[in-house]
T-cell receptor
Framework: GENVEQHPSTLSVQEGDSAVIKCTYSDSASNYFPWYKQELGKGPQLIID??????EKKDQRIAVTLNKTAKHFSDLHITETQPEDSAVYFC??????????FGTGTRLQVTL | EAQVTQNPRYLITVTGKKLTVTCSQN?????MSWYRQDPGLGLRQIYYSMNVEVTDKGDVPEGYKVSRKEKRNFPLILESPSPNQTSLYFC?????????????FGSGTQLSVL
């Protein structure tokens, strides 16, 4: 089945800097890659998603890039980070088993 | 307000004492699902339901039961909880269960089994 790996597990950046979270997936047939943000005490919330026929998608300070070469990865980029970006971020992928598999999560801390 | 509501938020129990975690959504979604979140393991699916009276196993169904008698409710039942079921649980729903659909999550239930 699909195996989704996410790095790093924790990430600390200064306010205003950029943050990049990397996600790799094993199933070359995966075609949908959402990213969820989980704030403290809340459930995950979809922040951006990308489909396999698109290389990059942006939404204000958030962008996701997709590379479907042999390595198969989806990266989340957050620019001009702010304290409210502090959260746990999950990538996910939909594989041939027709199910959504989540990564292990990245705890992002934005320091002042 | 469109939301998924879970109760309770926190629960401490002892091994073997049956418990139920409730989940309700007000968006008329057909698809509902339960996940557990553990450090280093991410979100793993326990059970899901495509519609009323239709349920199926996820990746980690052992020790859990679910039911879907009404469209809006999807309770998670632990008949005989064990310490390895100590975890953070999330209920989620989506419109029809399509693979590319947005999932709406509840706020979570932190369960401790002593």
């Amino acid at each position: 089945g699909e195996n989704v790996e996410q790095h790093p597990s924790t990430l600390s950046v200064q306010e205003g800097d950029s943050a990049v979270i990397k996600c790799t997936y094993s199933d070359s047939a995966s075609n949908y890659f959402p990213w969820y943000k989980q704030e403290l005490g809340k459930g995950p919330q979809l922040i951006i998603d990308i489909r396999s026929n698109v290389g990059e998608k942006k939404d204000q300070r958030i962008a996701v890039t997709l590379n479907k070469t042999a390595k198969h990865f989806s990266d989340l980029h957050i620019t001009e980070t702010q304290p409210e970006d502090s959260a746990v971020y999950f990538c996910a992928a939909t594989g041939t088993a027709s199910k959504l598999t989540f990564g292990t999560g990245t705890r992002l801390q934005v320091t002042l | 307000e469109a939301q998924v509501t879970q109760n309770p938020r926190y629960l401490i129990t002892v091994t073997g004492k049956k418990l139920t975690v409730t989940c309700s959504q007000n968006m008329n979604h057909e698809y509902m699902s339960w996940y557990r979140q553990d450090p280093g393991l991410g979100l793993r699916q326990i059970y899901y339901s495509m519609n009323v009276e239709v349920t199926d196993k996820g990746d980690v169904p052992e020790g859990y039961k679910v039911s879907r008698k009404e469209k809006r409710n999807f309770p998670l039942i632990l008949e005989s909880p064990s310490p390895n079921q100590t975890s953070l649980y999330f209920c989620a729903s989506s419109l029809s269960g399509g693979l590319n659909e947005k999932l709406f999550f509840g706020s979570g239930t932190q369960l401790s089994v002593l």
